[in-house]
């Protein structure tokens, strides 16, 4: 079972999911709409707070089988985003960074700490040792906050991406536990 809440910083945690949050969470999805869909296909699937119940109905029910680790980003007593690890693969200790911010708030350096708070909890409580992270390769934000997490950059999935009916190259990142323990940044 996750914990109910992982510190990051004053006036920044991580809350495990509950239906409670489909509100706040809708919220900050449609405001940021116009910001999250060029990246997050899903947003497109995102039309009510109906779905966004289902949404975390789903994030609970994962959470609870360990097939992913997902928390929600609380910022200054708001919901600001996600963090989560998907396609984590417990035989191989091995899992995928995936997050996201709401647009007010981006450029503050709360994906980058998130990010962080969520590795330290996945090399160190869940003891993983390798987490990949893929990027398209216009994502350049996306890539900058591989890099300030230490992250390796792997090579490109060629055409690993099938988005507005043509393909794209992802670009592969992944982050060690011994270089996390090393870096510890």
């Known amino acids: 079972m996750l914990p109910e809440t992982l510190h990051v910083r004053p006036q920044l945690d991580l809350l495990r999911p509950e239906l409670p949050y489909a509100r706040p969470l809708y919220r900050l999805i449609d405001r940021s709409r116009a910001e999250l869909e060029p990246w997050m296909e899903w947003v497109k699937q995102i039309h009510t707070e109906k779905d ?29 985003g996600l963090v989560s690890l998907v396609r984590i693969e417990w035989d191989h200790h091995r899992a995928e960074l995936g997050y996201w911010l709401g647009s007010s708030f981006q450029g503050r350096g709360l994906a980058t700490q998130s990010c962080r708070r969520l590795l330290s909890y996945a090399f160190e409580e869940l003891c993983l040792n390798r987490i990949a992270l893929r990027s398209t390769q216009d994502n350049q934000r996306s890539i900058a906050l591989a890099h300030r997490l230490g992250f390796t950059a792997e090579g490109q999935l060629r055409e690993a991406l099938l988005k507005e009916e043509a393909y794209q190259h992802l670009q592969l990142f992944s982050l060690l536990r011994r270089e996390w323990k090393t870096k510890k940044l």
């Open 52 to 80: 966004v119940h289902r949404f975390l109905f789903d994030a609970i029910r994962f959470n609870e089988g360990q097939q992913r680790c997902t928390f929600l980003v609380r910022a200054d007593q708001q919901i600001a």
